[in-house]
């Protein structure tokens, strides 16, 4: 098969110019991959410092100290729960009474009045059996009559207002025993079980915090490790450097001693030592990395197999205690929730009972005016028996049964005042004192409650998302590790590559009639060795250089290639050195 030769120019063209572009490639594209592969590890590592910081607050003394604060308080919150409740419960029991009491006054006011009624009818039916002074009699009667109807719509209303009293002291019962039921079975439970609890919390806490301490100061070994691996492969921009000098030495520098044999045979033998030189300290940068990968790897594994113990034995072993008060403060939270809802409606019925109260005091001006109307009319009856002569004997009972009404009013309407205010005080008492009183005190143990769970879901989050962290930084580490290992084993394969090249440079030399040499300052000689020597930027080119042509120029040439004196031999596990000498292949072929 026959090729166009547009095809075979593109493929002589697409052909490396020099057999080290290869090597120079494989140098470069390594060093640079290994480099980025070790840098996104170091860059998870440091996104795992702020990680471990984060779990170290979370779980740090500060917190731990809050936390024993905390459940320590539990104790002395129960208790002042406990007492706020008990007060609430007395000021509903006075309040209870004291309506009581004042439903009993009511009753006699409203028998009163009954009486006041009754004689009203025994007024009207005398009045309608005299004969005489009739109109006198039927003024008198009207005038109590209408009394009698006044009275009754007050007692009416007061009576109307009483019943909305018991219906609301009843809601604040029906309230309070719903309040002392969560306070008993829900709130004051938990809250005692967490302040049992909470040593073990903190033991567990305490263990957490440590393990995650000890993995963090591990993480460090290896964050220095992977940075040192980083440096180390800083060698690679060195070796490349080299590699280019030696690759501009054997064909431009080569190239411009056309026509000296002299000078090429030593221009080649300077190759040959810097490419060994190069080499050697390459192959031992390259074991030290392996040694350091293999350390840095061996390390990892032990902070996975720690990592792997510490976020899921750990906390298999520690999260039911943490769980277990997480959940007790939710139900601390939830039950002074439910218990801030019955306080609630407990103060709006004791506002209702308040409301009312000032309605029945409203009414007091109109209960002072019947009293008067009634010894009024106490009065009217005695002078209208009077004035009437022997038919009046029959309203005496009248007028002794008005002047009795005028005491037991006087004294229900004396003592409906006083349980009236008491009363109010204590509906203001509950609303003022002790619903309050309640209502702070649970806002602390809330508060306090509240505040134990997000120190707890902020250790276990802060926990948990180390967890996770560390476990993607443990993939990508490990991943980097091997991607990086084996990028530095092909590299190493590839460099079997300098052998051919090696060889060719020793089998040309060796084709070359070096003769002896001198070499002067300013010479066309002198100014291309200076020029190559100018180009070098480790000091161990120049010294190899040096010794290369300091031997030369005093040994005179050779057929043999001399070697640098401080580079005697190529290493064994390199196999650049030994190369045959009896091929027969032309060197324009074998070179550019």
Known sequence: ??????????????????????????????????????????????????????LDAALGPAR????????????????????????????????????????????????????ISIVKLQARIIGNMLTSSRQRVEAFTGGLTRMAAEAADLVAEVDEAMNEIAAATDAMDGEAAHLSQTLRELVLPNLAAIGASAAEVQSDQQRMADGNLALARRMEGIFTGVSHLILALQAGDSARQRFE???????????????QPDLQSLLLEIGVGQTDATVRGLTGDLDDATRNFLDVQGNADAAIAVARGLYLGEAQRGGGALHAMVGRAEAVEAGLARCTEHLRLLASHAARVASHLEKIRHHEERMRRIEDLVRLFGLNAVIVCAKLGQEGRALQEISRQLRDLTQVSAAVFTRLHGRLELTQERASAIGAEAVSGLEQEMQRVAEGARSIREILREANEAHDETGHAFGKAGRILTASLETAAGLMSGYRRNLTSLQVFREQMVRRRTMLQGSAMTVEPGSAAGTLLASVRARYTVPDERRIHDAIVAAATCAGGSAAPAESPADPAPLDAQPLAGAGEESEVELDDIFF
């Open 1 to 54: 098969m026959k090729y166009e030769a547009s095809l075979r120019e593109n493929a002589r063209i697409a052909q490396p110019a020099h057999p080290l572009d290869f090597v120079l490639l494989s140098t470069e594209q390594t060093f640079l991959r290994a480099g980025e592969t070790l840098s996104m590890a170091v860059g998870q590592l440091n996104g795992l410092r702020a990680d471990f910081a984060r």
């Open 64 to 115: 731990n100290a809050q936390f024993a604060a905390l459940t320590a308080a539990t104790g002395a919150q129960i208790t002042a729960l406990a007492q706020e409740f008990s007060r609430s419960e007395e000021a509903s029991r006075a309040l209870r009474s004291a309506v009581s009491a004042m439903r009993s006054e009511v009753t006699d006011l409203m028998a009163t009045i009954r009486a």
């Open 245 to 259: 000098h030696i690759r501009d030495l054997t064909s431009d520098s080569l190239e411009q001693a056309e026509g």
